[in-house]
C-alpha cells in the first residue's frame, strides 16, 4: 500500500468533510422536538413533519421524536400530519420555544366506502409491495451486522379501559370491613400506597447493548456486551428481549412473541385483508403512501391490523404498525417498525414491541410489557467469513458491573426517565428475594442447578416408566468455575420398580467451543430399551420420544464403555465417531439363537460415525452452557455402526444404518408436518439392537412421531421405514373463550422386513413382521376445549381418533380405533 497516498486522501477527505459541514451549517438548519397525543399524551408514531407547501419533509419515530432540516433564515409554517388526527401548523419559532408537540384526534363518522367501478387503488399498490417482499426483506440480505440498545420496561396501567377501576376495589376492601374502622382506614392506606408506589415507578426494567452479525447460509451471532435488570444481577433476562418480534414485516407467516399471525404481505393478503390508502406523506422528497390494513369481515384467522408506509419508487415500508387482531385472546399484542435507507436497502432501524396482559391483574392494573429497541452503526458490506461463526446464536458473559454500566451509559439510545430510575433504586433492595427466580429461570433452562464450581443435574433427578415404575437419583457436573475445557461428571439412581441402582461417570474435554470439537469418554452401569436408538451422544431427545418412553417396559441390563469424537464440520452439521464396548443382558425371557451362539448375555463391541444437520440451529451461551432457542427445518439425521467379533472378543458382526428426516411448513392455511425413519441391519444382532416398530398404542397421550395404534413392541424388523405426517388446518370455524377448534388429519404407515425371526426366542416375545405394509389415518381437534391457564394464556384440550386399516387391522373395527387426548398451551 502506498502510504503517502492513503495519507493524503485521509487528509483531503477531511478538509472536504469539514467544508461540507461548513456549508450546511450556512444554508440549513435543524428545528427537533416530540409530538403526543393530547388526549392520552402517549407518543405518537410516525407522524408527517414537513415544510408547509413542499415536499420536503421528515418522518417523527417510534418514540414520537423528529429532526427536520430548514433552510437557513426560514420562519413559515410547518406542517404536522398524521391519520386519526387533526393537521397542525406551526411557524419555526412556535417550534423552537415549545418543542413539545401536542395533536388532537379526529373526530369523524365514517361512511360506508363503496367502489362503483375500477379497482380499489390501495390494493394495486399492495400488489406491488408483495411481489417485492422478498427483495426487501432484511432476513434474506446476504450479510450485516449492527449494535442495538434494548429496553424492556414491565409496569402497571390503571387505564379504566384496561383495568379495573382502583378506587372500586378501594370501596369494596372498605366495606368488607366496614365493622372495623381501623381496618378500613388500613385497605384505604395499603391500596393508596401502591397506587402511589406504580405512580412513580415501574415493577421491572431490563437494559441491554449488544452487537450483531449475520452472513449467509443463515449464520447468526448476537453477542451481549452490557446488560442491567432491576433487582437482578445476571443477564438472562435481557438475552431474549430481542426476539418478540421478527426481524422485518415479510415473511408469510408472522411470529409475535411466540404466536403466529398471517402477515398482510403474503400471496394470499389481498383476499385475506382490507386495504385503504389513508394519506401520502414524504421519505426526505420522495412520496411514501400511508395504506390502512384489517381482516376482512367473517375471516376466522389470527391476523393483525394497522398502518403501512409504502415507498412509491421501491414499493418498500418504511414504517409498520400493527397490532393482534384475535379475539378473545388474554393479551393485545402491537410492534412499530422503522426503516432506513441503508447503502441502498430499507433497514430495520427502530423496533418496538408493546404487550397487554388483559386479564392478569395486580390491585386492578394490567400488566404491561414495553418492549424498545434501537439499531445503529449498521453495516451491510461485512467482510465476516463463515469461520467467524459458531452455533451460538447469543453469546451472554458475566461481566464487571461497573463495566456493563459504562457500556450502558455510552450507549443508551434514549436517557432513562425518572421512573426508571426510582425503578432501578428500589429494586437494588429486593435483590435477595429475587435471586431465587433468576436461579430457577436459569436452571429450568439449562437443567442445571448452580453450585459453584458443581452443577446438580436436574434431569438425573427421576424418571418413570413401566419396568422400574419411578426412578429416583441425582447427578452432578463441574461448570466453567471449575474449567472451560474439561467436564467431569457422574449420577447414581435407584428404580423402586426393578428394586436396582443404576450409575455412570463422564469426562469431556472441548478443544474448540467455535466447532464444538471434544471428545467424551462415559462409562454407565444402567438399562437400556430395546429398539431405541440414539443418534446422538450428549443430544436431548424430543419430547414425544420422552412420553413415549414412560410406557418402556423391555429393558436390556448393559454396563458400557464409551468414547465420543464430535465437531462442526459445516454450518448446521455436525459429524461424531463413537467407539464402544458394551456387556448387555436381557430383563425378559429372551434367548438369541443360531448355530453358533446361544444366549442372553452379549457382549458387543462397536463403532459408528453420525451425522446431523438442523438448519439454523442456535443455541444460547449462558455463562458456558448451551441452550437450544431456536432452529428450522429440515432437521436430518444419519448414523452408521459396525459391531465386530473380532475386538476385544465380541460376540456380534453386524452393520446398521439409521436415519431421519424431518421437515415442517407453514402456510396461510395451517402447517404441515413430515418425519421419515429409516433403518437397516445386516448380521448378527440381538433383539435388544432390532427394530421394534415405533408404537405408542397404550399411551393416553397423541405422540405424533409414532404409530397411534400399534403395540409398543407388536413388530420387529431388520429393515424397516416408516412416514408421520399431519397437517393442521388452524382455527376457522368457532373461536371464543372456551374453544378455538383446530382441525388435523393423519396419516402414517410403515414396511418392515425381518430376516431371521426363529432366532430370536423367548416367552415373553410376541412379535409380528411387517412386510405387507402398515397403515393408520385419523383426524384430530386441538383446542376443543381451553381452560384459563394464569391468565396469560389458554391450556387447550382437545383429541385424536386414529383407524388401523390394511393388511394388519384387527378384525373388529372397535379394536382398530383409539382416541387420545392432545394439549397445548398458548397465548
Known amino acids: 500500500m502506498n502510504t503517502n497516498f492513503t495519507k493524503n486522501l485521509f487528509l483531503f477527505s477531511a478538509a472536504l468533510l469539514l467544508f461540507l459541514i461548513a456549508c450546511t451549517s450556512s444554508f440549513a438548519q435543524g428545528i427537533t422536538g416530540r409530538i403526543y397525543s393530547s388526549e392520552d399524551e402517549e407518543a405518537l408514531t410516525f407522524v408527517t413533519v414537513a415544510i408547509s407547501g413542499t415536499s420536503t419533509g421528515t418522518i417523527s419515530d417510534i418514540d414520537g421524536r423528529f429532526s427536520l432540516a430548514v433552510p437557513a433564515g426560514y420562519e413559515g409554517n410547518i406542517t404536522f400530519q398524521h391519520v386519526g388526527f387533526i393537521r397542525k401548523e406551526l411557524t419555526v419559532a412556535q417550534i423552537r420555544n415549545t418543542p413539545v408537540i401536542y395533536m388532537d384526534k379526529e373526530v369523524t363518522e365514517l361512511e360506508e366506502l363503496v367502489f362503483e367501478a375500477g379497482e380499489n387503488p390501495a390494493n394495486i399498490l399492495m400488489k406491488k409491495v408483495i411481489d417485492n417482499r422478498k427483495e426487501h426483506d432484511p432476513a434474506k440480505f446476504d450479510q450485516y451486522s449492527y449494535k442495538s440498545y434494548t429496553k424492556d420496561v414491565y409496569h402497571l396501567d390503571a387505564d379504566e379501559e384496561t383495568a379495573d377501576s382502583l378506587s372500586r376495589l378501594i370501596k369494596a376492601e372498605s366495606l368488607k370491613e366496614e365493622q372495623d374502622t381501623s381496618s378500613a382506614k388500613k385497605a384505604d392506606t395499603k391500596f393508596f400506597k401502591i397506587d402511589s408506589s406504580y405512580n412513580t415507578r415501574h415493577l421491572y426494567v431490563a437494559e441491554s447493548y449488544s452487537e450483531t452479525k449475520f452472513i449467509e447460509p443463515g449464520l447468526k451471532n448476537e453477542t451481549i456486551l452490557a446488560t442491567q435488570i432491576s433487582g437482578l444481577r445476571g443477564g438472562l433476562f435481557a438475552a431474549f428481549s430481542g426476539l418478540y418480534q421478527p426481524f422485518g414485516f415479510y415473511a408469510d407467516i408472522l411470529d409475535i412473541f411466540d404466536k403466529d399471525y398471517i402477515n398482510p404481505i403474503n400471496p394470499s393478503g389481498l383476499s385475506q385483508y382490507e386495504f385503504y390508502i389513508e394519506d401520502t406523506t414524504f421519505y426526505q422528497t420522495d412520496t411514501v403512501f400511508v395504506v390502512s390494513y384489517t381482516p376482512k369481515k367473517g375471516k376466522k384467522f389470527d391476523g393483525l391490523e394497522g398502518l403501512l408506509w409504502v415507498h412509491a419508487n421501491d ?403 431388520d429393515k424397516q421405514v416408516a412416514v408421520f405426517f399431519n397437517h393442521n388446518f388452524g382455527n376457522f370455524l368457532i373461536a371464543n373463550r372456551i374453544m378455538k377448534p383446530e382441525f388435523i388429519i393423519y396419516h402414517n404407515a410403515g414396511y418392515g422386513q425381518l ?73
Open 315 to 717: 414499493y418498500a415500508l418504511t414504517n409498520v404498525t400493527a397490532k393482534s387482531h384475535v379475539k378473545n385472546s388474554k393479551i393485545d399484542v402491537s410492534i412499530q417498525q422503522r426503516y432506513d435507507k441503508i447503502s441502498g436497502n430499507w433497514f430495520p432501524v427502530q423496533l418496538n414491541t408493546d404487550i397487554i396482559f388483559k386479564e392478569l391483574k395486580f390491585y386492578g392494573r394490567n400488566l404491561i410489557l414495553e418492549n424498545r429497541r434501537y439499531l445503529s452503526d449498521v453495516n451491510l458490506n461485512t467482510d465476516f467469513t463463515q469461520k467467524d461463526f459458531s452455533d451460538i446464536g447469543i453469546t451472554l458473559n458475566r461481566v464487571n458491573p461497573k463495566e456493563q454500566k459504562q457500556i450502558l451509559d455510552a450507549n443508551r439510545a434514549v436517557p432513562l426517565d425518572s421512573m426508571e430510575l426510582n425503578t432501578y433504586i428500589a429494586a437494588d433492595s429486593l435483590y435477595k428475594n429475587l435471586r431465587v427466580v433468576e436461579g430457577v429461570a436459569e436452571s429450568l433452562l439449562t437443567l442445571r442447578l448452580n453450585m459453584g464450581k458443581v452443577d446438580v443435574r436436574v434431569d438425573d433427578f427421576f424418571g418413570i416408566n413401566s419396568y422400574e415404575k419411578f426412578r429416583l437419583g441425582m447427578g452432578l457436573e463441574t461448570n466453567n468455575n471449575f474449567s472451560e475445557k474439561l467436564v467431569l461428571g457422574g449420577y447414581g439412581g435407584y428404580g423402586f420398580g426393578d428394586e436396582e441402582w443404576k450409575y455412570g461417570t463422564n469426562l469431556k474435554y472441548i478443544f474448540d467451543r467455535r466447532t464444538d470439537t471434544y471428545v467424551l469418554f462415559t462409562y454407565q452401569k444402567d438399562l437400556r430399551e430395546v429398539g431405541t436408538q440414539r443418534f446422538f451422544e450428549g443430544k436431548i431427545s424430543s419430547i414425544d420420544d420422552l412420553i413415549r418412553s414412560f410406557q418402556g417396559n423391555l429393558f436390556d441390563r448393559q454396563e458400557t464403555y464409551k468414547v465420543s469424537l464430535n465437531r462442526r464440520i459445516a454450518p448446521f452439521l455436525y459429524a461424531q465417531t463413537t467407539i464402544s464396548k458394551s456387556m448387555q443382558q436381557s430383563t425378559y425371557d429372551y434367548t438369541y439363537d443360531n448355530m453358533d451362539y446361544s444366549s442372553n448375555f452379549f457382549d458387543i463391541n462397536q463403532v459408528s460415525l453420525a451425522f446431523r444437520y438442523v438448519r439454523n440451529e442456535q443455541y444460547l451461551d449462558l455463562y458456558g452452557k448451551k441452550v437450544l432457542f431456536d432452529y428450522d427445518f429440515p432437521v436430518i439425521n444419519f448414523k452408521y455402526s459396525h459391531a465386530n467379533s473380532g475386538w476385544l472378543g465380541g460376540d456380534f458382526d453386524y452393520d446398521r444404518f439409521d436415519a431421519s428426516l424431518e421437515y415442517r411448513k407453514k402456510y396461510v392455511l395451517g402447517k404441515s408436518n413430515v418425519l421419515v425413519r429409516a433403518a437397516y441391519v445386516y448380521g448378527d444382532v440381538p433383539y435388544g439392537h432390532m427394530i421394534t416398530g415405533l408404537g405408542n398404542s397404550t399411551s393416553k397421550l397423541s405422540v405424533p412421531e409414532y404409530f397411534q395404534t400399534m403395540d409398543i413392541y407388536e413388530f420387529l424388523s
Open 755 to 827: 430376516s431371521h425371526p426363529e432366532r430370536h426366542q423367548g416367552a415373553d416375545l410376541n412379535f409380528k413382521t411387517m412386510e405387507d405394509g402398515y397403515f393408520e389415518s385419523g383426524i384430530g381437534i386441538k383446542k376443543l376445549i381451553r381452560i384459563n391457564f394464569v391468565d396469560v394464556g389458554y391450556m387447550g384440550w382437545g383429541f385424536d381418533a386414529v383407524y388401523r386399516h390394511g393388511a394388519y387391522a384387527h378384525e373388529s373395527t372397535r379394536d382398530n380405533l383409539f382416541f387420545k387426548l392432545n394439549m397445548k398451551i398458548n397465548l
